[in-house]
């Protein structure tokens, strides 16, 4: 018996420890979203007044950026929401 409610104790911490690594995931996704708008807005304006592509190297940024928001951090909090959500359903 107190095996499993060291268990238990021992899932809930872990589930609060995933709570706190999704918010300051969270976090970093806002602040990647904030650096792609700026670029791109930049970038959008940049062509406007100069009729010029925007550089290799912001596309390059723009492109990084979306990879990983797209690739790495939207499923990353995807799975660590479910996890934290499965506490709740069970």
């Known amino acids: 018996m107190e095996r499993e409610h060291e268990a238990a104790d021992a899932e809930a911490a872990a589930r ?3 709570r706190r690594i999704a918010a300051e ?3 970093i996704r806002f602040r990647l979203l904030g650096v792609h708008t700026s ?3 930049e970038s959008k304006e ?3 007044l100069t009729g010029q592509p925007r550089t290799e190297v912001s596309a390059e940024i723009l492109s990084a950026v979306e990879c990983v928001l797209i690739d790495r951090i939207e499923p990353a909090l995807d799975a660590l929401r479910e996890a934290v ?3 709740r359903k069970g």
């Open 25 to 27: 995931l969270e976090g």
């Open 39 to 41: 670029l791109a807005a």
């Open 16 to 18: 609060e420890q995933l």
């Open 46 to 48: 940049g062509r406007l």
């Open 85 to 87: 959500w499965e506490e």
